[in-house]
């Protein structure tokens, strides 16, 4: 069983940026791993999620509103993920959610990866 934490959340002006981390209980190179939101109302939402594939070659899938603003990457202890979140819009508040697959069932839906962190909170004020 996988533990995730993630931090790094909080509030932001429109433009800024913030960096999100998620720290697991064991090492998880070899899973798929990734972000997705949730804002109130609005159904969960992937951000992003990263992969390592043959031959160690990592490979990254970006939500479209997202792409060319965020950039997820994993630590090289391959047990922390990374999210670097730049020129932030007030649609991009919501609740972080880290999760993590073994197997990488739903490929790059990081909504159905076994498990998930608490969340983080992120506002990104206009």
């Known amino acids: 069983q996988v533990q995730l934490v993630d931090s790094g959340g909080g509030s932001v002006q429109a433009g800024g940026s913030l960096s999100l981390s998620c720290a697991a209980s064991d090492t998880v190179g070899s899973y798929c791993m990734g972000w997705f939101r949730q804002a109130p109302g609005k159904e969960r939402e992937v951000v992003a999620s990263i992969w390592t594939g043959r031959g160690s070659s990592t490979s990254a899938f970006y939500a479209e509103v997202v792409k060319g603003r965020f950039a997820i990457s994993q630590g090289s202890a391959k047990n922390t993920l990374h999210l670097r979140m730049s020129a932030l819009k007030p649609e991009d508040t919501g609740m972080y959610v880290c999760?993590?697959?073994?197997?990488?069932?739903?490929?790059?839906?990081?909504?159905?990866?076994?498990?998930r962190g608490q969340g983080t909170q992120v506002t990104v004020l206009s």
């Open positions: 999760a993590a697959d073994a197997d990488c069932t739903g490929g790059y839906d990081v909504t159905e990866y076994t498990y």
